[in-house]
């Protein structure tokens, strides 16, 4: 059958198998951030937004995204860059395979609230599975950035020039700071998009 | 009290005479202090750098094996015996063949009657040479009876199930206890071989037997006020990290066969596929991309063999995915394991004798299974250095279950558990807090560790960490148990744990560090970053070295062809082994450099003095920038600034870790919520905190799945039932409390910038200190993992 969907804000149409999964269809369009680690859905790895909500795209097929919005890490790479490093400040990101899938939802966490409580941070991430970090990192870098974000909003747009340069320490007490150097490193390290 | 102070005068001449001997061989032992100052002087170690891979993971980036292999690469799947032991009789491929799309099916016919073991270990390995790439008889459910290739997913499906294979069904071997001496052999082949004396018969059913001890242990038995025995069994558990086992093959221009794998141990993978192929090593070059984690799973050649043997017969590239149900089902989880323990003491509470025997079931096949069974002892028995004997004799057996592998901890989780739980009722015996018990027992920096190969303890802060550990707790207040009146309990438990820092005389690390173009340089190692962050904490030490900035350092890891010799990232040897090797070869280079800038300044080598961004001869008033040198080396130059070394240890320097655990217990439900978990850890320098820090975290996190709920469970037939994530739970982030990690840190004098090891150590403290703290709680002592609620409930009945 003939889809036509929009993928990370472009028009795309394409021949699908009936039985074909969104998250099959994503990668088969070079969308490989989205992993799958499971198959029996429930780790998370796959999960991709579709008209704004998260879904676990192994178990919807890609007919179904058929006239939708469907929008993977590739298409949100400012986000996952801004949130990231705050992961990546603490080693939270370790091997990294499950990280596209737990920054997805973190970022629709952060849409749908600006300051979530740890209970309702746990409960919005229960379905991301993570084998290397015991989650603790994960916590550490999410307080971090809302704290980052709360500040941000607070102060308006910061001074970026006065933290460059510095070294990267991202620890106890130069936490805030190290994170807003962290991000910045982020964007040195990033490398090119797809 | 006679009888301690006697001990202490053997350990303190001891430690003297340790010490004596650390001085005279350069490698003096460090005070808490003299570590502390050392480290205060370190720039880029002992710093929580950034991965330098972060941002291309947490942005998902196509940096993994499968997101940068097309639909070129022919899909290699293998048909599944559904039998535990039986013998293959006839196989059909003609209709499976005729499927439009399929390449090849392969079957036993077709492969090379040469065993080799799929257990990347250094040659000559000690697991035995017990596998075909596919073998007439099939020993678990879930061995390869037959390789199907071709150009999708949908045609090598069809294709599997239209091949008609007939089996002649074996009696199965399914109870370990059974295993030595069945009647049914597991390997009755005559072509099986064990390289190395291990005490494995294969007539026997026997893996690796042995025995080994110092000391009377009955006589002190006997002698003993209190003599504590349990018989202690662990599951066999996943290591289930979160990208399943992969590898995808191609054949290059020079008609070689390319493996790409998702791999720890590149070189081990190079040797083993040519072997079982049976073709030159020459002929393969393995290479990896980022790893989505490993835990050991990736030290054992999985998947590998598959697309190599396709790729070499076909010629064409293919790849092999496991899906999830394959690995729960056949791969390689930790060796479940029986281990009795006989522990004795004295009234006082002087810790006497410990007598260990480990029965271990391998599985199918033997890979690690000679060398897991040995950390049982020897890591459990060792924390304890007042000991006036011991004795550790172990049994590893074949069955029909799928072959057990490597998995962090290695043998040291499964003794640590049965010892430190074994303790824990001594100290209650006794009658002494089980921290105050273990104060006066554990072992210090300076000893002798009889049970440690005699290794010299040069490097030890366990008794800061008991200190540390118990005064975050609050383990005075807290211990054993508080009832907090609503039908709920409160209590805590306490375990020590230690690991090593890589196999002794055997594991080998190399370093080529070259000085790039710009003034920059560039790291190649063999080691495999598996998302631990190695390949980063190898450049802080590089850049320790050569004074510069982390940025300036690249890392190349790891390839055949291009990376110095490495055995490979497991038993906690790449910080230690490479790590040193890497710190010496930036020292070759630094020296390399000076010598350059002599040349150029035309200045006596000895007055020169290297900072870093320039080489400076005051009194010569004159200096060259490392950018100057850098260029002077690529125009008429002779001389090669790149350093180059391999390196081995003679000793494996323990790090050791206090866990400390405060549960809530529901009597009446059973139902068991973890308040805390405070651990302190001695790995010597951490050389990137944040990473010791997240691999501390994620080892508890492990450790109590391990603990309270995972089992990789079989019927009565062999399947495994825990063949998906939804059988086999692991953690959520709902299931773990709030890790609270701290380090006390010794400093290892062999070490680089006196690091010792952090991966493995972490997952051994959860089992005993819940199985301590549930027995604070309800009064019963579990001895089987993992204890689940259920247990508990029925435990208290």
């Known amino acids: 059958m003939k889809i036509a969907l929009i ?118 991430l229960a379905g991301n599975l993570c084998r290397c970090s015991g989650y603790e990192g994960q916590m550490r870098g999410i307080r971090n950035f809302i704290a980052y974000k709360k500040e941000k909003a607070l102060s308006g747009e910061r001074q970026k020039d006065g933290s460059m340069g510095k070294s990267r320490e991202t620890d106890g007490a130069q936490r805030l700071q190290g994170d807003e150097q962290a991000k910045e490193a982020g964007k040195q390290e990033g490398g090119a998009g797809i | 009290m006679k009888d301690m102070e006697k001990k202490l005068g053997e350990i303190r001449r001891d430690i003297e005479a340790n010490e004596r001997e650390a001085r005279e061989n350069g490698i003096p032992m460090k005070t808490a202090e003299e570590g502390a100052s050392l480290r205060a002087s370190m720039k880029t170690v002992n710093q929580p750098q950034m991965k330098k891979d972060a941002m291309a993971l947490v942005t998902g980036k196509p940096v993994f094996l499968d997101d940068v292999t097309g639909r070129e690469y022919l899909v290699v799947k293998v048909l599944r015996s559904p039998h535990a032991n039986a013998i293959v009789k006839k196989i059909d491929t003609d209709r499976a063949k005729k499927v439009p799309g399929v390449e090849g099916i392969f079957t036993w016919e077709d492969v090379p009657n040469q065993r080799f073991t799929m257990a990347g270990q250094t040659y000559p390995e000690l697991s035995p040479y017990d596998r075909l790439i596919l073998d007439p008889h099939v020993r678990y459910v879930g061995d390869p009876v037959a390789i199907v290739a071709g150009e999708n997913e949908d045609c090598v499906d069809r294709a599997l199930k239209l091949i008609r294979t007939e089996y002649q069904v074996l009696p199965a071997v399914l109870d370990m206890h059974e295993a030595k001496d069945n009647e049914t052999l597991i390997h009755p082949e005559e072509n099986w071989e064990a390289l190395v004396p291990v005490g494995a018969d294969n007539k026997r059913n026997l893996c690796a037997s042995q025995k080994s001890g110092v000391g009377d242990v009955e006589e002190v038995l006997a002698q003993c006020d209190v003599v504590v025995e349990g018989t202690y069994h662990t599951q066999a558990n996943q290591q289930a ?85 394959e690995c729960q089902t056949a791969s390689t989880p930790r060796h479940e394991m029986e281990v009795k323990v006989r522990v004795g003491a004295t009234r006082e509470g002087r810790i006497r004798a410990l007598d260990v025997y480990a029965l271990s079931d391998t599985g199918a096949y033997g890979e690690h299974g000679p060398t897991t069974v040995g950390l049982v002892g020897q890591k459990g028995i060792t924390l304890y250095g007042k000991l006036d004997a011991y004795r550790f004799d172990f049994d590893v057996v074949y069955t029909n279950h799928m072959s057990a ?80 009146g609503n039908g709920k309990v409160r209590s805590v438990g306490v375990a020590m744990a230690m690991q090593g820092s890589c196999i002794s005389f055997v594991d080998t690390g190399s370093a080529v560090v070259k000085l790039e173009q710009e003034g920059t340089y560039n790291l190649s190692v063999g080691s495999a970053d598996m998302g631990t962050g190695c390949d980063t904490i190898l450049a802080q030490i590089a850049a320790e070295v050569l004074a510069c900035p982390l940025e300036q350092i690249t890392v190349c890891a790891a390839d055949t062809d291009s990376s110095p010799y490495d055995s490979g990232s497991y038993a906690s040897s790449t910080t230690y082994v490479t790590g040193k090797a890497v710190e010496q070869a930036a020292g070759q280079v630094k020296e390399l450099i000076l010598k350059k800038a002599a040349q150029m300044m035309e200045a006596p080598l000895e007055e020169l003095e290297f900072l870093g961004d320039r080489v400076a001869w005051s009194a010569g008033e004159k200096q060259v920038s490392i950018k100057e040198i850098a260029d002077a080396s690529t125009c008429g130059n002779h001389l090669a600034i790149v350093g180059s070394v391999t390196n081995s240890s003679p000793v494996s320097p323990p790090p050791f870790m206090v866990g400390m655990v405060e549960i809530e217990l529901d009597k009446e439900t059973g139902a068991l919520e973890i308040l805390d978990y405070v651990a302190v850890v001695d790995c010597g320098t951490p050389i990137n905190p944040n990473l010791a820090r997240v691999q501390t975290e994620g080892g508890l996190a492990q450790g109590i799945g391990m603990a309270l709920y995972e089992n990789v469970k079989s019927s009565g037939k062999g399947q495994i039932l825990s063949n998906s994530l939804m059988q086999y739970k692991i953690p959520t982030r709902m299931d773990v409390p709030r890790f609270r990690v701290e380090f006390e840190s010794s400093y290892e004098p062999t070490g680089p910038f006196g690091a010792k090891s952090i991966g493995e150590i972490v997952i051994n403290t959860p089992a005993p200190a819940l199985a301590h703290a549930i027995a604070n709680a309800t009064g019963v002592w579990f001895q089987e993992l993992p204890i689940t609620s259920e247990k508990i409930w029925r435990g208290m009945q």
């Open chain 2, 241 to 325: 990290m979160m990208e399943t086992f992969r590898t995808a093959c191609y054949m290059d221009t020079y008609g070689r066969l390319n493996v790409v794998s998702s791999t720890q141990i590149v070189f081990h993978v190079q040797r083993i596929v040519a072997r079982a192929l049976d073709i030159p090593q020459s002929k393969v070059r393995v290479t990896k991309h980022r790893i989505g984690g490993g835990f050991g799973a990736k030290q054992t050649v999985v998947a590998e063999v598959f697309p190599a043997f396709v790729t070499w017969k076909t010629g064409k590239p293919s790849k092999m995915i496991f899906t999830r149900e």
């Open chain 1, 7 to 124: 993928l990370n804000g472009k028009n795309v149409e394409a021949e699908v198998d009936d039985g074909m999964t969104l998250y099959d269809f994503v990668r088969l369009k070079g969308c490989t951030s989205v992993k799958c680690g499971c198959e029996t859905s429930n780790c998370g790895l796959c999960t991709v937004f579709l008209d704004d909500v998260p879904v676990l795209s192994c178990s919807v097929l890609a007919a179904r995204a058929a006239g939708r919005r469907v929008d993977t890490l590739e298409g949100l790479q400012e986000e996952a860059e801004e949130f990231g490093a705050f992961i990546a400040g603490q080693g939270a990101e370790q091997c990294g395979f499950c990280n596209p899938g737990m920054i997805m939802n973190a970022i629709a966490l952060f849409r749908e609230k600006t300051d979530p409580t740890d209970e309702e941070i746990q409960e919005y």
């Open chain 2, 405 to 484: 592998g490597a998995y962090r901890g290695y043998g040291a989780t499964q003794g640590i558990f049965a010892i430190e739980s074994a303790v824990n009722e001594l100290a209650q015996k006794l009658g002494i807090d089980p921290v105050k018990l273990r104060e006066m027992n554990m072992v210090q920096q300076g000893q002798r560790m009889p049970s440690y190969e005699n290794e010299p303890n040069r490097s030890c802060a366990l008794d800061r960490c008991m200190a540390r550990a118990k005064e975050m707790i609050g383990w005075d207040e807290k211990y054993p148990c508080k009832d907090m």
